[in-house]
């Protein structure tokens, strides 16, 4: 084996050495003991022994066969020789890292939540080893050891996650699919909510790790004499009708400092805010709050009064630049618009100046957006946006290209257009831009991202006044206020969006099965926990074609939340063959360094299978999950469409070693050393995209 010799300026000596000063207490290197490598999620790693002289002597090391199938996004954490991951239906599990052999399980291998995974959290204090999880809106504390749940945490080792909520928000909708944040003897909880009229509010909330108990609360759409409650109409906390501004993505925390870091999504309704007039904080914020207490430090908007469903989709990033000699400990946050905002991390001042521009005015009725919305001078955005596709931007390889260009020129393109009766351009689009894999930085300074350019098509049109709704049968009028947005009015779905159609739906599945699947939710699908179980009946009778055609008075909406706007659903902006209307690259990574603002380099990220079969590559492609970055130079990602595993040279982009998985992999790698032995393992899930199924966590490493 050859023996790599690396000569390093005393200014990378400098910066490695901070580098394992941050972080300090986040388990030693041959760990990956925290989500997405670090409570700084920086996606780093100080293992060498994969190289880029070596990485192209990857081999299958172990697999590990799950025995349900489907998406799969975990980031699994590997902590002394033992691997922690969850399956596609929500089980957590215990493996010896070096080999795949099961260690313990623990779930309902017959239960699938209404959410997909994205790992656990492991909290330690002496002998007391404990990993936290999730399954609907449960979160559990498993012994790390054996896997059974530690009864003296909550209840039989469970609390619900509507605790601490108020009393509007006990039924609603909440579970959580991402890991919980642990400092100290807390774990700070993400939430997944309904993102319509019926969201529960997104209040942030720390629980003791010990013992379950509610530690702290922030709320997110403000109190009476709270900071930013003028932001909202008046007790709009109490407003059944607004909701969301939750952290659904994770954080981050400075240890040292005791500072969290919370990226919080728009407020709901998504696309119509005239019930909800004002700025919204903290709705679409960085917030730097006191992680003992939950106090706000400060905080920053990066999108004013959000319509557009602009949630800071990633936990961000905390990492050390250097400007002028000095050396400054910064905040990093990747966004869906593409824009990276960078802020000094104990004051919040913006790295890069940040300017207020003026953006378009609604023509809704009822609804008043804000003037400006806030733009980085710094760095540059990393995928394109609305207003830069005119005519010539439209794909080359579709084969309805003009009636595509028609197409365009009936869409409002500006930045921050909104949403209209007649189509928006959103670019990049629901997803991002930045997605929730979120981005990887190393010690130098510079940041890593993948990005998505798929278009969508912003459309409002009128609500039915509420004697209109009064007139459909109950289980219609449920229909059409929870499920139309992706199904469609008339039930036939959106299959370029992979939204299926119900048409026929009886003749695939039993009631039962339906119902189930609208309580509990499948994939993406949230799960309907808020609609009363005669509502859901009535939407089962509607949906096979059971339900009698008769309107009564226990049909009324009165006490129901109504918006008068809604969006008709998510379409994405395709060509005739379901591919992206719009000229590639499709997907991108791209290195930026966020000492100058200036980008490294930037290459399309993976390519579009179907034209792959007609020799057109390097188109890039939709793509979920996050990078890796190693101390050897490697970047390594899966995420991709076409289902590869790759590693590029971190400085310059090169693509250096890729290999077809056994099915895509949405999900960001992990990477460790056991008994001398660097691994890197992923979970591959495939389902997303239209992709295969798969149900094996695939680790490599070299022979």
């Known amino acids: 084996m050859k023996i790599r010799i690396l000569s390093f300026s005393l200014l990378s000596v400098i910066a490695m050495l901070s580098w394992a000063w941050m972080n300090k207490n986040q388990g030693t290197e041959n760990d990956w003991s925290d989500y997405l490598g670090g409570t700084n999620r920086n996606h780093y790693s100080t293992l060498r022994q994969i190289t880029p002289e070596n990485v192209g002597q990857l081999k299958v090391a172990w697999t590990y066969a799950l025995p349900d199938s489907g998406q799969m996004q975990v980031n699994p954490l590997i902590i002394d020789g033992v691997l922690y991951g969850v399956s596609a239906s929500v089980q957590a599990f215990a493996l010896d890292a070096s080999t795949g052999k099961q260690i313990w399980k623990f779930g309902d291998p017959l239960k699938h939540w209404s959410s997909t995974s994205r790992g656990v959290s492991y909290w330690q204090k002496g002998d007391d080893k404990r990993i936290l999880f999730t399954t609907g809106p449960s979160l559990w504390a498993l012994d790390a050891n054996t896997g059974k749940p530690i009864d003296s945490f909550g209840e039989n080792g469970k609390i619900d996650l509507h605790k601490g909520l108020p009393e509007i928000a006990q039924n609603k909708f909440i579970i959580s699919n991402t890991p919980g944040t642990v400092f100290e003897d807390l774990i700070i909880m993400p939430v997944r909510l309904s993102e319509g009229a019926d969201a529960a509010p997104g209040d942030i909330r720390a629980f003791d790790v010990k013992t379950g108990a509610l530690v702290w609360t922030f709320h997110t759409i403000p109190y009476p004499n709270e900071y930013g409650y003028q932001t909202f109409p008046k007790n709009a906390y ?20 005791g500072i969290l870091f919370v990226p919080t999504g ?45 949630d800071l989709p990633a936990p961000p990033n905390l990492l050390t630049i250097t400007q ?7 905040v990093a946050q990747v966004t869906k618009q593409g824009y990276v905002y960078v802020f000094e991390r104990k004051t919040g001042k913006p790295i890069f100046p940040i300017n207020e521009m003026p953006v378009p005015k609604s023509s809704l009725a009822g609804e008043i957006t804000s003037p400006t919305q806030p733009i980085p001078s710094k760095p540059k955005p990393y995928a394109r946006q609305s207003n830069t596709i005119i005519e010539t931007q439209i794909s080359p390889y579709a084969e309805n290209r003009e009636e595509l260009i028609k ?18 351009l959103l670019l990049p689009g629901y997803d991002g831009g930045a997605e929730w894999g979120g981005a990887a930085a190393d010690p130098e300074g510079t940041l890593y991202v993948n990005s998505n350019e798929m278009a969508w098509i912003l459309k409002m049109v009128e609500t039915p006044k509420k004697s209109q709704l009064n007139q459909m049968t109950l289980g219609e009028r449920v229909y059409y206020s929870q499920c139309s947005a992706c199904h469609g009015k008339d039930r036939m779905g959106n299959p370029k969006s992979n939204y299926p159609s119900l048409l026929g739906i009886e003749k695939k599945y039993d009631k039962a ?3 189930r699947i609208i309580s509990t939710g499948k994939g993406m699908m949230p799960g309907f926990t808020a609609i009363s179980a005669s509502d859901k009946q009535a939407i089962v009778s ?12 226990s049909n009324k909406t009165d006490n129901e939340p109504y918006i008068p706007f809604k969006s008709d659903g998510y379409n994405k902006f395709l060509d005739n063959r379901g591919l992206p209307a719009i000229a590639p690259p499709w997907g991108q990574l791209t290195a930026i360094d966020l000492n100058t603002g200036e980008f490294k380099w930037q290459i399309p990220l993976g390519f579009e299978p179907m034209l792959a079969k007609q020799g057109i590559k390097n188109t890039g492609v939709e793509n ?12 390594f990602i899966a995420a991709t469409k076409d289902g590869y595993f790759r590693a590029f040279d971190k400085n310059t982009g090169k693509l250096l070693w890729e290999t077809q998985l056994p099915a895509a992999a949405f999900a960001t790698p992990s990477t460790y050393a056991v008994k001398g032995k660097q691994y890197i393992v992923l979970a591959c899930g495939g389902t997303k995209l239209g992709t295969p199924k798969g149900n094996l966590y695939v680790a490599f490493a070299l022979p």
């Open 238 to 257: 109490q407003n059944k009708e607004i909701g969301g501004a939750n952290n659904w993505a994770g954080m981050a925390v400075d240890k040292e400092n």
């Open 266 to 310: 728009s407020a709901a309704y998504d696309f119509y805010g005239g019930n909800r007039k004002g700025k919204n904080l903290f709705s679409d914020c960085l917030l730097a709050l006191d992680a003992r207490t939950g106090k706000r430090i400060w905080h920053f908007q990066t999108t004013h009064h959000d319509i557009w469903d602009r």
């Open 324 to 330: 002028k000699g000095k050396k400054i400990d910064v």
């Open 407 to 424: 197409e365009l020129k009936k869409l409002k393109t500006a930045i921050y257009q909104p949403g209209n009766k007649t189509g928006v």
């Open 513 to 515: 099965y339906i119902n």
């Open 542 to 553: 509607f949906l096979v074609g059971e339900e009698k055609k008769e309107v009564s008075a």
């Open 624 to 635: 979920y999950g996050g990078p890796v970055v190693t101390a050897s130079g490697l970047l």
